[in-house]
């Protein structure tokens, strides 16, 4: 699976952003990555046979706990790249012959994750996965992650962060983007 660059799929309620992004998730299990998904709307796209081997969640503290296993994961990664000195994961396999997987981590409906001001409790929490979602976006296409997002407004959803790192692709939305990719 080769998976760039990350993205950002908006468009208004019923515009298929979900559709998209489920047909993305079950591609990457086709093609033998690991998919990992945060669906707070707890949607029934995500519950069908093909995604049994997909990770998905749909509250706050378990999506902490998914990001802090991919953070790990990312961290472990970090170390093979550098021990084999290795620019990005196709490098890395090719230099090693080990098949590391690619990652895939779809947020449906970002907006409730990202936006939804948390109470005094929740704060810490939901601190930490902003932070970690943006460490993966920032850093993680070169270890092999991609992250999608999915969102009705995402001029208002995410951070500086996340919006440089993605390409953004639009339906009808009052968002307004350029696509622009390399190459």
């Given amino acids: 699976v080769r998976m760039d660059p990350h993205a950002i799929i908006a468009g208004i309620t019923g515009s298929g952003k979900t559709m998209i992004q489920s047909l ?13 998904v945060i669906d707070y709307k707890a ?48 490098e890395y396999r090719e230099k090693t012959g080990d098949d590391l997987c690619r990652v895939c981590i779809i947020v449906d409906e970002a907006a409730d994750l ?12 939901y601190d930490e996965i902003k932070s970690l979602l943006e460490t993966l976006t920032r850093q993680g296409r070169s270890l092999g ?26 339906g009808n939305s009052s968002f307004v983007a350029l696509l622009t990719t390399k190459g």
Avoid at 24 to 36: D, E, F, M, P, S
Avoid at 55 to 73: H, W
Avoid at 150 to 164: H, K, N, T, V
């Fill in 43 to 90: 949607s029934a796209d995500w519950d069908r046979p093909c995604f049994n081997e997909a990770s998905i969640v749909n509250d706050a503290l378990s999506a902490l706990n998914l990001l802090r296993d991919a953070m790990r994961d990312f961290l472990h990664r970090k170390e093979l790249l550098r021990h084999a000195n290795a620019r990005n994961i196709d």
């Fill in 145 to 170: 992650y991609i992250v999608i997002y999915g969102a009705q407004r995402p001029d208002q959803s995410f951070s500086g962060q996340i919006r440089s790192n993605c390409i953004r692709f639009c």
């Fill in 114 to 125: 990202l936006c939804t001001p948390p109470t005094k409790e929740e704060k810490v929490l």
């Fill in 24 to 36: 993305i998730g079950h591609q990457v299990l086709l093609r033998n990555g690991k998919l990992l």
